[in-house]
């Protein structure tokens, strides 16, 4: 019987090649990151705001908190899948974005994935004498090369993994608005030259660097599609993860993604100035509409960030989002949010998955 090959990240093996993608704010905690982990998947917390996770104490000292309850949440998530592969998402765009990366390695985490930006400077020294992998996010050729020359020049080594991300992803979105539905920018376009971009530096290394597609991929015949025909060695998902009684979110934030329907999913200007994917709502109608909602920003936890002028506050409204209270946000959500229409285990999802994978490697033999 045919069945669904490991992914490999250097030493590091990964029973099924399927990474649960990061998903901030709260949405990705220990709870999920660790049901996918025992699964045999990669697990992954995210890091942005998880400070919010102790309000009181976040509202006081928001980067101290910030790396303490990342700390704790990389231990909740080993307590709860000691066998498993725990990820750290954080993304470059972030204020803390060094340090956070410092605090993963220390707290042990098996793999840092860092998008939303390009991961230049990292704290290479720490990184490479710990067994922390690092995984670069990209939507492109162009920027993968830049950051593997970089890496070269300064580190005389490259990343250990890639993930592409095309445009049908959830959240912030590393396409300029006209390329998110042009066809020459979907994910099987963008990933083949992602994979001849780091082949020279593979071969200067002498060390294999997987790479894996996200974005829009929802069922196990997607991941035999981009494993098998666009030769990836595996895939990340995140939509799919979100209607899972074991996701982070409030269970209104999972009914959400089940009610939306096809015409609610939306592209917004996000106050950082990257477009992001989102499910439509009363409060982001009152956006377009230019209504303020007025915020006080307690500090600036996104390098591109101009309080001044945004419209509201980006990290309040998904947290927000995550509690529930959608008077006072939104969820970010992928392009094929619309097709969710129930909430499984994360082993359910995961046996569906895997199941539809073997039964399309067996009609294609
Ligand atoms: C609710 C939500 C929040 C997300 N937050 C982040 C994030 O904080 N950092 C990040 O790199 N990607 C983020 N993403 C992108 C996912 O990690 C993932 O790569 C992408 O959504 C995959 O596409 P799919 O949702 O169609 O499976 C988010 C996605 C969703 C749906």
Redesign the pocket.
Known sequence: MTSIPPLKIQELEVKLPII??????G??LSGLASAVANAGGVG?I?A?EIGMIYENDFMKNPQETNRRALIDEIERARQKAPEGVIGV?I?VAMTEFYELCEVAIEAKADII????GLPLGVPFEKLRGSHTKFSV?VSSARATTLIFRYWDRHYKDIPDMV?V??P?????LGFKLEEIDDPNFTLEKITPPVIEAIKPFEKKYSKKVPVVA?????TGEDIYYFMNEIGTDGV???????ATHECD?DIKFKEAYIKAKKEDVVIIKSPVGLPG?AIKNKFLEDVWLGKRQPFKCIWQCLKGCDYRKAPYCITQA?VNAKKGRFAGGF???????YRVDKIVSVQELMDELVGGYIKASETHR
Do not use: D
């Not at 996200?214 to 929802?218: K, L, V």
């Not at 990340?236 to 979100?242: C, D, L």
């Not at 969820?331 to 949010?337: D, K, L, S």
């Open positions: 649960q993608g990061g998903m901030g704010v949405i990705s992954v995210s942005a998402n993304m994935f860092a998008g939303a996010i993930v991300e095309g049908k992803a959830g959240g912030h996200a974005g829009g991929i929802y990340q998902m995140a939509t799919r993860f979100v979110a994917r998904l969820a970010f959500a992928g392009a094929n949010v």
